[in-house]
Structures are given as C-alpha cells and as structure tokens.
C-alpha cells in the first residue's frame, strides 16, 4: 500500500500532465477521449499503467534488490523484516500525507539498516550500505544530467 501511495502517484502525475501539455498545445485532435485526462482525475489506463509497471519491475529486479536488501546489509530475521517493513510503510505513508516525495527502496534500505543497528551496530555491513548511500548521493545529480541531454536531444530532433 504504501509503495503505492508514493511511487505510484509520482508517475501518473507526470503522464497525466505530460497529456494535459499536449492537448493545451492543440495537439489532441483525433485522440480517443478515454485517453486524455478529464477535470475529475487521472484516466484509468494511467493508473492501470503505473500498477503494472510498479508490478512487472518489482517481478524483474525483484529477487536480486531481495537478496541485497535481506541477507547482503544484514542477515534479517523475520521480525526484523516486520519491524523495517511497519516503519518504512508508517514513514512513506506520512511523508505521501504531507506531499513529500520520498525513495521507497531508499527508506527501507535506511530501515533495515536501523533494526540491524538496533541489535548491534556492527551487524549491518557497511560496506553495502556504504554502497548504497554512495548510489543514494549520485542518484539526484545523474538523473539531472540525464535529463538535461534527453531534452537538449528533443531540442535538437523537434527543433524547439
């Protein structure tokens, strides 16, 4: 649930706006109307979109991001995995309340890694989590410059 509340509401926010900058450009003409957003919300087949995108990735790169997640940072017990899983969910769901957009798979990592420290700190392998709070800084850098190339790119194949 909160996976969804947060990830989700993320990309259909970005489609539905990205339907809704075509049509005030004009460019909507001829297009099925169940296809463009109305005044009341997301179309139904952006959110039957993103719920399968959300699901058919966590099926794909699911086992590896598991096994790093459950045995690589620390060797998680059941409860462990309960007390990580209640506090990622309590503190997604509150930061979706207050229209903070946060990482899911950032907050459970920092999850787990607090029930691990919880029990002593050196049972987290800091290593991994080194690795990972290292991909955490690069993240936000990166996908702005990527960003930055695929619309100087669009610029240069629209001519705008």
């Known amino acids: 649930f909160a996976h969804g509340s947060n990830d989700a509401q993320k990309s259909m926010g970005i489609i539905t706006l990205a339907l809704l900058a075509f049509a005030a450009k004009g460019h909507a003409a001829g297009i099925p109307a169940w296809v463009m957003p109305k005044a009341d919300g997301v179309p139904t087949w952006v959110v039957l979109s993103c719920a399968a995108a959300i699901g058919l990735g966590t099926m794909a790169g699911g086992k590896r991001i598991i096994k790093t997640m459950g045995t690589k940072i620390i060797r998680i017990t059941p409860l462990q995995g309960f007390a990580a899983e209640t506090a990622g969910a309590l503190t997604i769901i509150a930061a979706s309340r207050i ?8 907050c459970i990592n920092a999850c787990i890694m607090g029930v691990g420290a919880s029990k002593r700190v050196s049972a987290v392998r800091w290593g991994v989590a080194s690795n990972i709070l290292v991909a955490w800084v690069v993240t936000l850098p990166a996908a702005a410059a990527m960003a930055y190339v695929a619309m100087k790119a669009l610029a240069v194949v629209t001519g705008g």
Do not use: F, M, N
């Not at 229209?99 to 950032?106: A, E, L």
């Open 99 to 106: 229209g903070v957009p946060v990482s899911t798979t950032h």
